[in-house]
């Protein structure tokens, strides 16, 4: 609990402050120091996407696609294709109504192409959007997944 | 620690490879109770995931409790040939960590 009262006092202070933060609390895991804590932890997905791309404006495109269920019986195992021919930078995929909405995001600045596929658990119907970075600026897609039986608790 | 396999598949060749990647992993949300104790079972997901082509980063893939138990995480490379190597590393908010390497056909 004490490591939930630190992020949330940190988030005022600005993501790269918490990533360090946590890299500070956790010592042991080198590869792990620049894991975007502070949007995994947001709670909204305004407050997710502003905290990894620094801006929530992101513009609708036609060159982002999704391949997911429209309906997804298991909400625990939904599978997601997320293809761009942007010159993607990142791609995040965040599940609007999950308790942390935000569940995955890939850095291809190394040089991989505009793919990224992932199995993510929703805990209820939602949109789901594929952000993706491209040229400094945000675009995104979305589509509504119905999920009948919750995946995201016990 | 338990041993957690981790399996990669390549698939296809040339311009754009798939590169997939399978973990045998909980991906514990910290929000489940143990049914027996009552008890909340501490959350334990992979972090990281980092995928090498022919020993240059090209994706680094965050993941968060919200990715499905047992993670099958794909990615594309551009411009693979014949014989080079793909390597992936992950590790967890435990400091557990696992890879896989395998060659492009």
């Not at chain 2, 993941?63 to 590393?89: H, M, R, W």
């Amino acid at each position: 609990m004490k490591r939930r009262t630190f992020i949330k006092g940190s988030i005022a202070s600005g993501a790269l402050v918490v990533a360090a933060g946590a890299g500070l609390l956790k010592p042991g895991q080198v590869l792990a120091g620049d894991w975007p804590n502070a949007a995994f932890s947001a709670t909204g997905m305004d407050e997710a996407v502003k905290s990894l791309f620094g801006s929530t404006d992101a513009a609708e495109s036609a060159d982002i696609k999704i391949k997911a269920p429209l309906q997804a019986e298991n909400g625990a195992v939904v599978p997601l294709k997320v293809e761009t021919s942007l010159p993607a930078e990142w791609i995040a995929i965040v599940a609007e109504k999950n308790p942390s909405p935000l569940t995955t995001a890939v850095d291809l600045s190394g040089g991989a192409a505009g793919y990224y596929s992932a199995r993510i658990k929703m805990g209820q119907t939602s949109d789901v959007y594929a952000y993706v970075k491209a040229d400094g600026k945000v675009y995104m897609a979305k589509q509504q997944i119905k999920v009948t039986v919750g995946g995201c608790g016990g | 620690m338990a041993k957690r396999l981790t399996k990669m598949k390549i698939k296809g060749a040339g311009d754009r490879v798939q590169v997939l990647v399978l973990a045998n992993h909980p991906m514990e949300t910290g929000t489940r109770k143990d049914k027996k104790t009552g008890e909340l079972i501490p959350a334990h997901f992979i972090q990281k995931m980092i995928f090498e082509h022919n020993g240059k980063v090209v994706a680094e893939a965050n993941l968060s409790q919200g990715v499905s138990k047992n993670p099958l995480i794909g990615i594309e490379i551009a411009g693979a040939k014949s014989g080079d190597t793909v390597k992936v590393s992950w590790s967890d908010n435990k400091g557990e960590s696992g890879g896989a390497e395998s060659t492009v056909k």
